[in-house]
């Protein structure tokens, strides 16, 4: 078995194109696209085209300098709050603690608000609502390499 899973840019835009269709049956219409940043941004970028809406960039990092803008976070849950809906995407939800953070600070917005992922690891703690690909880290223990990472 190797010891990664090679994801090509041919991949990540059709699961992107299965997350907006997906969002599209479900009648969500968001009015913001929200990128985690750093996976999310180019899934949410592409999404937020395909879909017509706005995209906005949320630094919320465990891993990568562990930063987090409360901040705009904030923001967006006060627009949840008040009607926006918005649509969370990032490239994998793996240990699940990043988005676990990120729908805390979201508070009661929850019928305002979907989580999706593009790879995403069931036997975590975190449900999303939509995810692409699966990788349990239970039995499947290979890094995912995107196409934007060196």
């Excluded at 939509?130 to 995107?146: G, P, T």
Aim: with cysteine; glycine share 4%.
């Amino acid at each position: 078995m190797t010891d990664k899973i090679n994801y090509g840019w041919s991949e990540l835009y059709d699961d992107t194109k299965k997350i907006s269709n997906w969002v599209k049956e479900c009648n969500f219409n968001p009015d913001i696209v929200v990128g985690i940043i750093r996976g999310g941004s180019i899934p949410a970028v592409i999404i937020s085209h395909l879909l017509d809406v706005p995209v906005v960039m949320l630094d919320w990092s465990l891993r990568d300098g562990k930063k987090k803008n409360t901040k705009i976070l904030d923001q967006l849950a006060i627009q949840a709050s008040c009607g926006k809906r918005i649509l969370f995407i990032d490239d994998i939800v793996d240990s699940g603690k990043t988005m676990s953070e990120i729908k805390e600070r979201m508070f009661d917005t929850k019928n305002n608000v979907l989580y999706t992922s593009l790879w995403y690891n069931p036997s975590q703690q975190t449900p999303i609502h939509f995810w692409s690909n699966v990788i349990d880290r239970r039995v499947d223990s290979r890094w995912v390499a995107f196409p934007y990472e060196a």
